[in-house]
T-cell receptor, first 111, second 109 residues
Framework: DGGITQSPKYLFRKEGQNVTLSCEQNLNHDAMYWYRQDPGQGLRLIYYSQIVNDFQKGDIAEGYSVSREKKESFPLTVTSAQKNPTAFYLC??????????FGPGTRLTVL | RKEVEQDPGPFNVPEGATVAFNCTYSNSASQSFFWYRQDCRKEPKLLMSVYSSGNEDGRFTAQLNRASQYISLLIRDSKLSDSATYLCVHLNYGQNFVFGPGTRLSVLP
């Protein structure tokens, strides 16, 4: 089955820790994206990558980092510099001018 | 002005009703448009793509008016399962997807 997987589904982080969220796709899509969604709010773009070994900051990149070493993978690291990281994190991919497909999301909670 | 704006909602309608959502966008260079639905605590899922003037899929009809820069979504014969948040999305020339804040729909028995 083609699709996007994210892991873990739930993640708990202590203050001051870095954590990495996984995103993998087997749709052969060139572009991948990370979004953050807070309760009752819309999606906000963190980072995106349109090709391997290249990525750009979105609207709220501060406190986050990404890498794109393989076409299939686009991990997101939430660093200790992100002051309010508790949120729902969504990864997506797309090809050309066509629609985005989303993974099931990771719910991150800071303890 | 936000790049994509939607009816704030929430819309509470009885089963069987027809409901319409509007969405306006400010970037006249937008290429493609989409409607997604998002259930509570789940990921958005594609409902319809709108590449030309409109699209129809069963009970759902999307219309695009480029001159006025708005798209609409019409849902006929609402079902309880249609209850969700509906997201208006457009793709600009930078290949960035821009999401509206969403409109919440509750279909009541």
């Amino acid at each position: 089955d083609g699709g996007i997987t994210q892991s873990p589904k739930y993640l708990f982080r202590k203050e001051g820790q870095n954590v990495t969220l996984s995103c993998e796709q087997n749709l052969n899509h060139d572009a991948m994206y990370w979004y953050r969604q807070d309760p009752g709010q819309g999606l906000r773009l963190i980072y995106y990558s349109q090709i391997v070994n290249d990525f750009q900051k979105g609207d709220i990149a501060e406190g986050y980092s990404v890498s794109r070493e393989k076409k299939e993978s686009f991990p997101l690291t939430v660093t200790s510099a992100q002051k309010n990281p508790t949120a729902f994190y969504l990864c997506a991919s797309s090809s050309g001018l066509r629609e985005q497909f989303f993974g099931p999301g990771t719910r991150l909670t800071v303890l | 002005r936000k790049e994509v704006e939607q009816d704030p909602g929430p819309f509470n309608v009885p089963e069987g009703a027809t409901v319409a959502f509007n969405c306006t966008y400010s970037n006249s260079a937008s290429q493609s448009f989409f409607w997604y639905r998002q259930d509570c605590r789940k990921e958005p899922k594609l409902l319809m793509s709108v590449y030309s003037s409109g699209n129809e899929d069963g009970r759902f009809t999307a219309q695009l008016n480029r001159a006025s820069q708005y798209i609409s979504l019409l849902i006929r014969d609402s079902k309880l399962s249609d209850s969700a948040t509906y997201l208006c999305v457009h793709l600009n020339y930078g290949q960035n997807f821009v999401f509206g804040p969403g409109t919440r729909l509750s279909v009541l028995p």
